[in-house]
């Protein structure tokens, strides 16, 4: 990857990573992705965790129940009444307890064992130049967005990373070598 006139120029590997940053929302359906951007040698992103779609209210008084893989529509009326209380595909009524909400830290460990085995596959069957140990760093800093404001300012934040690549300390050109 390059910056060139403050714009990142993602070779494979950044396109790779770009592709499986984007199979989040896919892997898991409680996420929305925002602003991110993939840098030569780290990514910032914001990842929206947000509640779970399967339970919202419609235009007729009742609650929505789907599913998240949308085989069937199941409704319960406001005194709790199923008009359909059990879905014969999966054998499970309507009412059941929704799934847990996957924590951060288990999409984000996807994502980094996703990533590392294609790019270990491409050192393999492309000629990618190997990486010394670890792909990624072990840990990886998180956030708690508290408002509009707190957002906007990170989404800036990452826009504007790119441009501030050449000051970077972990910037390899700017490494000291003993």
């Known amino acids: 990857m390059e910056i060139i006139n403050g714009e990142i120029q993602l070779n494979a590997a950044g396109k790779m990573i770009h592709n499986w940053w984007n199979r989040l929302p896919q892997k898991y359906t409680n996420v929305e992705l925002d602003e991110y951007i993939v840098m030569p040698n780290h990514l910032h992103g914001i990842i929206i965790v947000g509640a779970d779609p399967c339970v919202c209210p419609d235009n007729h ?32 009524h309507a009412g059941s307890p929704l799934p847990k909400p996957v924590q951060l830290f288990i999409m984000i460990q996807w994502f980094k064992t996703m990533t590392t085995n294609n790019y270990i596959r491409n050192v393999k069957q492309n000629d990618w130049p190997p990486f010394n140990k670890r792909l990624w760093q072990r ?25 501030k ?14």
């Open 165 to 178: 690549w050449d000051l970077d300390k972990e910037n390899p050109n700017n490494m000291e070598t003993n």
């Open 139 to 163: 840990n990886y800093y998180e956030r708690i967005v508290r408002d509009e404001i707190e957002l906007n300012w990170i989404r800036k934040y990452i826009t504007e990373n790119p441009s």
């Open 61 to 92: 008084n009742t609650i929505n129940m789907n599913r998240k893989d949308n085989n069937r529509d199941s409704h319960a009326n406001i005194s709790g009444e199923h008009k359909d209380s059990f879905d014969n595909k999966k054998g499970e």
